[in-house]
């Protein structure tokens, strides 16, 4: 089974920064894209940022400028630098991988979620 832990959610003010972690563990062969969703209360998820296993990156236009995703390959593990943050970045993060597992068969996998609280 492949398994997603995420950390580094918690409560800050707004300008503030956070960082956070997920790791991929489990038996699988690669990780293709990673990325992080955040889903607000009352609102629909949403793409926060994505990125290749060659680096490439994609952010929200909301968080352009303020976040940074980086991918350490060998530790099988994304993280999301949060910067400036602002109240409306309060949201459930969740981090996903796009997983090809030993048996060839390629799946998105979820992490549980880490809060993250911003106030003004």
């Known amino acids: 089974q492949v398994q997603l832990v995420e950390s580094g959610g918690g409560l800050v003010q707004a300008g503030g920064s956070l960082r956070l972690s997920c790791t991929v563990s489990?038996?699988?062969?690669?990780?293709?894209?990673m990325g992080w969703q955040r889903q607000a209360p009352g609102k629909q998820r949403e793409l926060v940022a994505t990125?290749?296993?060659?680096?490439?990156?994609n952010y929200a236009d909301s968080v352009k400028g303020r976040f940074t995703i980086s991918r350490d390959n060998a530790k099988s593990t994304v993280y999301l630098q949060m910067n400036s943050l602002e109240p409306e970045d309060t949201a459930v993060y969740y981090c996903?991988?796009?997983?090809?597992?030993?048996?060839?068969?390629?799946?998105?996998?979820w992490g549980q979620g880490t809060q993250v609280t911003v106030s003004s």
């Open positions: 996903y991988s796009d997983t090809l597992l030993r048996t060839l068969l390629r799946r998105h996998y």
């Open positions: 489990g038996s699988f062969f690669s990780i293709y894209d």
């Open positions: 990125i290749t296993n060659g680096g490439s990156t």
